[in-house]
């Protein structure tokens, strides 16, 4: 660091002018070892003397000396004021502790003088005071008495109001009042304490019955009561204290509860006579008595804040002393109804009678349910019976599923109206009658009632939990009265027996066990079933089913619970003509909850309706109990609902659905096609398609087992299983009708052979099957499909000669083969909708509830595979009966067409008519077009008949070969006979004409080749090459024509033509 930065680092600060700067630059100037911490003078004297200017050293000296002083000047200058500010402030310092010493010392005086006083009359001040604490006490006991006196007329007029949480802190305090001592040994006060103590048991059973009317929402402010007020605010105080008293106008449900404030002296906010104690504060919980005035003054700001919070106020606590209670309900985000009830559990706890009131509550909580269900049945009862029939019939057709028993009775109507027999009507008939199938009135009736119900009890139960909670926490530091009633009941089989004994037996567990077992009384009335253990007492029997505890124990295999074991009363009775049916018997008195006035047909079928609404029920219950009982909601009911569908409703359904199939396709009349069918095929069966009775009356009833699942899709795998078997079944017994039919026929024989079958898939027609079937993979040309065509022709005219015993002359087996073909397809078309309406996806509040309880998710994903493979069965089998009718037609032609070769075309006169055979071939194939049209489409008509054109063609070209001569007249003759077999294709409306026309005109051009000159005959043959096969060519030279010459060498000069 420099000199000279040092040095400024040392007088940086004093107050100099800035006129003076020179001062601050004297200073710079001035060497550092003046202003050293230790100064030493020597060397600077030294300096001096050896200096050669001593005296201008001395002069520079003086200089500094100068400079210094005035820099001297300037700072003292600068703080003179501050120093002569400081010393007047001392000075006055000291004045000031002067004086009060003075004061202190006239104080002490003063206070001996006081002292000396004041010890003059001490004892008679004690007296004095002493007498004023004994007056007061006297008049505060007097107030106590009088205001006492009045408290049972006050209890009264709030229990009148309704006001019962203001009327037991009234009760409860004035009990501690008379409690206290100096009270306790009034005389007068020994009434006052009797009917206090009568009005406890008054108000117990007043509370009760709030309690338990709003537990089964009946009471005025219960959910459902509160509901049914059309936009209603929730009914609120307006204002506590004088303000139930004053004149403002009150809320419609507040104008009936007016103040009770006629005594008078000073009240509190709540109406409450004010009461001081000895020591002078109040001897209530609430507000003092000057607050309390002041909250009644209408210029005063407590006022306002009461009002302010009265708002929040139910009605029902709208006169309660404000306490720490009060402060919760204000603050509690909860319903109205929640509000209430914990008010009700709170005043049971402040009289200490928590046990007693769950004891009174147990006792009752089975006939109270009993009485619900059977109140709501009365009033489902008396709406249905005031709705008309029209709109019943309505609303069952808005919400039926297409299959069901709709389907039923527009088919059966169907078939009367196109004068099926009586046999057929019978087999589409189900086991079960109209009611009772999964759309029918019964099941509807069944299901609504039930949801109407269980919707009913989740509203209680709901409000059970709330208040067996509330009952527990209580009862943790509540001791019942002695004289309270108590209930005989085995703790053991509570979850918590000591909790138990202190809400007098009462808890979520109970209440639950017996909702459950109301209910499961109530479905074996519906479904006609009687438990084993339903003639135990009602009240063993719930404690036998509630034995378990829902924390501890754990449902092993989730069937464990509410276990049955099941008889069928009156279940079933076997009608001929209605099937095997469950029937409800008329002789059975109604008894129980007179469900049958709902539901007249009763019985095991009725278990597929009940199942959702139990599953729904169980969900809710599941997702309201407490974390504690959460077990409770895996069995029970529900458990009981799954047993009994597993071991008597799905084992009837099978038993009496397989009979209803095996009565359907083992009668004379389920394979015999219509006698009065239309003329017009028709795709619609109600318009007249003519599927076969037997494979109808299995699709209804396919139909209708899989319109269960639609009630019980949890057990859609073992419905579809049984529709499998009755499907397989049904399969088999078609082939077996099949094979009647085709058995040792040669048609048979040749569809069996592996290439007759590969040929027949490669031809052209075989396209129109693969749509029908869904599978188009036939990419043959024309040209190819032409060869596979004369290719199957040559293998059938191999066949030859063709006995009619081999061929299916019973027309009626071809009908019926046309027909299974085209009911087959229909079956198979029905069985894949069924497998579509699996794969659609489930509902979504449904599908929630199945994945979050493991017991109910079960996919149905692998459904649709077996029924797609059975559908693909039945349309082979379809095509197959298709297939047999085009080799019938085609052996049919050629065995009528084998008789060319059995005669010779030399004529001697032209004849007008066509050949026998041709006449016979033509009838037959008019009269089997006719018989076959309202049985198949048009598509396979084309088909069956198609093949007759090629098969002619082919088999009157190749019979040239086996002539020995023929003529002119021949040639037309045989003309003649192409064009009759035309014109009798071409009549048949699906057949395409024009490859008809192709065919067969492709036969008369070759016949008319014997017409022509060999030369000419060589020149259509150099010019048609292809048209004709070298063998065929050949024979036209081999044959015998009148008249024709034909060269020696004529054999090699076309062969040469053909062989370039």
């Known amino acids: 660091m420099s000199r000279s930065g040092s040095r400024r680092g040392i007088f940086e600060g004093l107050p100099i002018p800035a006129d003076k700067s020179y001062l601050k630059e004297g200073l710079s100037r001035i060497d550092e070892g003046w202003t050293a911490a230790r100064f030493d003078s020597l060397p600077h004297v030294v300096h001096i003397l050896t200096s050669k200017d001593r005296e201008g050293e001395i002069q520079f000296l003086k200089e500094q000396s100068d400079l210094i002083e005035d820099v001297v000047d300037e700072v003292v200058h600068a703080y003179h004021h501050g120093f002569n500010k400081a010393i007047q402030n001392y000075s006055q310092i000291l004045r000031l502790f002067s004086e009060s010493a003075e004061s202190i010392t006239g104080l002490k005086g003063e206070m001996a003088e006081a002292k000396n006083l004041l010890g003059r009359k001490n004892k008679h001040l004690g007296q004095l005071w002493y007498r004023s604490l004994t007056l007061g006490h006297v008049l505060s006991l007097l107030d106590q008495v009088e205001d006492v006196a009045k408290v049972p007329a006050r209890i009264e007029n709030l229990m009148i109001g309704k006001q ?24 007068a006060l020994q009434d006052v304490r009797s009917d206090l ?109 009461s009002k302010s919070i009265s708002r929040e106020v139910p009605i029902f606590l709208s006169r309660a002393t404000p306490d720490e209670f009060l402060e919760s309900m204000i603050k509690a985000d909860t319903p109205l109804n929640v509000k209430y009830l914990r008010t009700l559990v709170q005043c049971l706890s402040m009289l200490g009678k928590v046990a007693a009131a769950g004891a009174v509550i147990c006792q009752r909580v089975r006939p109270t349910i009993h009485d619900v269900i059977t109140s709501k049945i009365k009033t489902y009862s008396e709406e249905a019976s005031k709705s008309s029939i029209d709109k019943a019939a309505k ?89 309270a009633p108590h209930m005989n009941c085995d703790a053991s089989w509570n979850p918590d027996s000591e909790s138990s004994q202190a809400t007098g037996c009462f808890s979520i567990a109970f209440s639950l066990s017996v909702v459950q077992s109301e209910c499961q009384q109530l479905l074996c009335e519906i479904l006609r079933a009687t438990p084993e253990a339903a003639t135990a007492d009602a009240a063993v029997q719930t404690a036998r089913l509630a034995n378990k505890d829902p924390v501890k124990e754990k449902s092993r295999d989730g069937s464990e619970g509410l276990s049955f074991a099941f008889r069928i009363t009156d279940a079933a009775t076997s009608v001929p003509n209605e099937g095997q049916g469950w029937r409800r018997n008329s002789n059975i008195p109604q008894e129980g909850y007179g469900t049958a006035r709902v539901i007249p047909d009763q019985g095991i079928f009725l278990a597929a309706s009940v199942y959702r ?44 659905y397989r009979k209803c199939v095996q009565q359907a396709i083992s009668s004379p009349a389920a394979f015999r096609p219509r006698v009065h069918a239309t003329s017009v095929y028709s795709s619609s069966v109600g318009l007249g398609r003519p599927v076969l009775q037997g494979l109808l009356a299995i699709d209804i009833i396919t139909k209708e087992v899989l319109g269960w699942v639609q009630l019980m899709p949890n057990y859609a795998t073992e419905l579809v299983e049984y529709v499998r078997t009755f499907l397989e079944r049904t399969h088999e017994r078609c082939r077996a009708s099949y094979m009647e039919a085709v058995l040792e026929k040669q048609s048979y024989i040749l569809l069996s052979r592996n290439d007759v079958e590969s040929l027949m898939c490669l031809e052209p027609a075989n396209i129109s099957l693969q749509n029908s079937s869904g599978q188009l993979d036939n990419d043959v040309t024309d040209a190819e499909g032409v060869e596979v065509e004369i290719e199957l ?28 073909s085209d009911s087959l397809e229909y079956l198979a078309d029905s069985v894949e909708r069924f497998g579509e309406s699996f794969i659609s996806p489930p509902t979504t509040s449904e599908s929630k509830n199945h994945i979050e309880h493991g017991r109910h998710n079960r996919s149905t994903s692998a459904i649709p595979k077996g ?194």
């Open 164 to 187: 019962l949480y203001a009327a037991v802190q009234l009760h409860v305090q004035s009990m501690l009042m008379l409690e206290r001592e100096g009270l306790q040994a009034v005389g």
């Open 197 to 305: 103590t009568k009005l406890r048991g008054v108000l117990f059973y007043k509370i009760l019955e709030e309690l338990h009317g709003h537990l089964y929402n009946n009471g005025e402010y219960s959910s459902v009561t509160i509901s049914m007020v059309d936009s209603d605010e929730v009914p609120t105080s307006t204002a506590t204290g004088c303000l139930v008293n004053s004149m403002q106008p009150l809320s419609r449900r507040t104008r009936s509860i007016k103040g009770d404030n006629h005594i008078g002296g000073p009240t509190t906010a709540d109406g409450f006579p004010k009461t001081s104690s000895v020591d002078g504060g109040s001897s209530f919980d609430g507000p003092d008595g000057d607050s309390s005035s002041d909250m009644c003054e209408s210029n005063g700001h407590r006022w306002k804040d």
């Open 395 to 483: 609303r069952t057709s808005d919400v039926s599923h297409p299959y069901g028993s709709i389907w039923r009775h527009e088919l059966f109507q169907q078939k009367t109206k196109n004068s099926a027999s009586l046999m057929a009507a019978q087999l589409v008939v189900s086991p079960i009658s109209p009611a009772m199938a999964p759309t029918g009135d019964a099941q509807l009736a069944a299901s609504q009632l039930l949801g109407s119900i269980f919707e009913c009890l989740v509203d209680i139960l709901e409000n059970h939990i709330i208040v067996g909670e509330l009952l527990e926490q209580k009862s943790s530091s509540e001791v019942d009265n002695v004289n």
């Open 613 to 656: 609404p139990v599953f729904e029920f169980m969900n809710k219950i599941g997702l309201m109990l407490p974390k504690k009982y959460s077990q409770l909601g895996n069995d029970g009911l529900l458990a009981f609902v799954n047993n009994f569908l597993k071991e008597h409703f799905l084992p009837a359904i099978y038993v009496d």
């Open 793 to 820: 022709s040559d293998l059938l005219l191999d066949m030859c000669p063709i006995k009619q015993e081999n061929l299916i002359h019973d027309d009626q087996k071809l009908i019926l083969l046309a027909s299974l």
């Open 867 to 1060: 029924l797609v493979s059975l559908a693909n069965e039945y349309r082979r089998l379809a095509i197959d009966c298709v297939r047999v009718l085009r080799l019938e037609m085609q052996l049919e032609t050629i065995y009528h067409m084998q008789e060319m070769t059995k005669r010779e075309y030399v004529e001697d006169q032209d004849a007008e008519d066509p050949d026998d055979f041709i006449i016979s071939l033509t009838t037959q194939i008019a009269r089997r077009d006719e018989e076959m049209a309202p049985y198949i489409t048009e598509s396979k008509r084309n088909y069956v008949f198609g093949g007759i054109s090629s098969v002619a063609a082919n088999a009157s070209i190749k019979a040239l070969a086996q002539m020995k001569s023929i003529n002119l007249l021949g040639v037309q003759q045989i003309c003649r006979n192409s064009i009759a077999l035309e014109q009798a294709l071409a009549a048949i409306p699906s057949i395409d004409s024009e490859a008809v026309q192709q065919r067969l005109d492709r036969v008369r051009t070759f016949y008319e080749l014997l017409n022509l000159p060999f030369e000419s005959l060589l020149g259509f043959i150099a010019e048609h090459e292809y048209l004709f096969s070298a063998k065929e060519y050949l024979s036209v030279l081999k044959v015998n024509v009148p008249g024709r010459e034909i060269p020696v060498d004529a054999e090699r000069r076309i062969s040469q033509i053909l062989g370039h």
